[in-house]
């Protein structure tokens, strides 16, 4: 593929070297010999030029003043002059130029000038393409939906879309789409431009959490030997995403609350501010009123975080949605799987109608994979919908599965019955994992640890993560967060 060269200057000699010097490392060259035909090149769509390079004074003006006025768009400028004052060479690196090179020119230097602006453009164009590919995927009309619901859902994401709101706040059940929706919030908000920076703040450890969001500097703790940049500060100029945040730890969650107010924080171990520029959007499936009533999450920072709320409807609640949902994730996963399902006969959309969606608008796209990968014509196969079974599960809400609350878990015969069709999460596995296994060791935890191959730190951690204690299944803690009743070591 051509790439190419853009050439302004006025001395005919230097020009054609630069043109035959160019040609022969199969660069496309054009030239130009003053700023009016310069511009006229550069407002054509088949031009592009990956670089340009440009003599600074020309017959009917400075060059850096067509720079000014155009702006680098999607070129890289190179800058050659005869007498440059330090002024001019300040004033074109403020405009985004490139490079400032001498005259007589260095073909050796140029050559490697050219170069890194050529690499430095191709990888300014393919950030914009993904940006612009992003923004398109991530609109608001991405929630798909014709439900009185997801109506407003779609009008409060365009609404916030052109707001520059500072935090926001999601909420809704386990797959509703809070992690889409803050997409759709960065990729066509007004820090579109800048990095999207996602963590789940329930997949790291308690004692990681700190350096993985504000970073540390070398020597900080054991095995810090080097310098990290946290997500905070990657985040600079974007957005931060604080997925699951209620299982962020207290002590944790004032300086975040800090560093949100301030847009400032220090390294573990620093001892300088680090100034940043970040979008915080905070997401939950649990409610963060209770939690501050139960003394697990900050009062202030609730109050910061929801300066705007976003709550997302569950599929339960807006079940005309299935009538668009469906075709489009049959449509999504044919392509995917090179299937040619085209028909949902009707005793499959009874079936789907009737299903309770616990896991919500997760748990259908798994179901209508399943049903994708192993439909044998062009119909969405009842036989695999397998919706019967997790009905006779289902009952079990965010991460309340049980090894006490039937057949989905059933310990007591040396099996683990675990619904495999999207209602349940990760967390929900792993906790009725654990659950079964105390129960079965009479809530020894080193005996437990053994077995599950894994530390009693390790585990005890899970535990109180889980809230699971010695007389109950469920989470119990008391007013202050600890376990009333700590499992036995």
Known sequence: MLRTLLVIEDEAL????????????????????????????????????????????????????????LGVGDSEWIFLT????????????????????????????????VTGAARSARANRRLHDETVQASQRYSPESFVGSSQAAREVRELLTRLSTAPFRTLTITGETGTGKGVAARILHHSGTRSQGPLIEVNCSALPKDLMESELFGHEAGSFTGAKGRRRGLMEQADGGTLFLDEIGEMPLDLQTKTLKAIEEQSFRRVGGEHEIAVDVQVIAASNRDLALGIRSGTFREDLYHRLSVFHLHLPPLRERLEDLDILVPMLIHEFNAKAGRSVRFVPEAVWERLRAHKWSGNVRELRNVIERCVMFAQNDELPLKWLQLEAADAYGEQIEGAVTASEGPSVAADTGWIRLALDGSMSLEAMDRAIILAMLERQHYNVAATARILDTTRDTLRYRIKKYGITNDTSDVSSGSDGSDQNPVDG
């Open 82 to 113: 005869g007498y440059g004052t330090v002024a001019d060479s300040v004033r074109a690196l403020q405009l985004g130029a490139f490079d400032f090179l001498e005259k007589p020119v260095d073909f050796s230097r140029l050559d490697l000038v």
């Open 14 to 69: 230097l020009a054609q070297e630069i043109e035959r010097h160019f040609r022969r490392d199969r660069w496309r060259v054009i030239t130009a010999t003053t700023l009016k035909e310069a511009r006229r090149l550069l407002g054509e769509q088949d031009i592009a030029p990956l670089v340009v390079v440009s003599d600074m004074s020309l017959p009917d003006g400075n060059a850096l003043d067509l720079l000014d006025e």
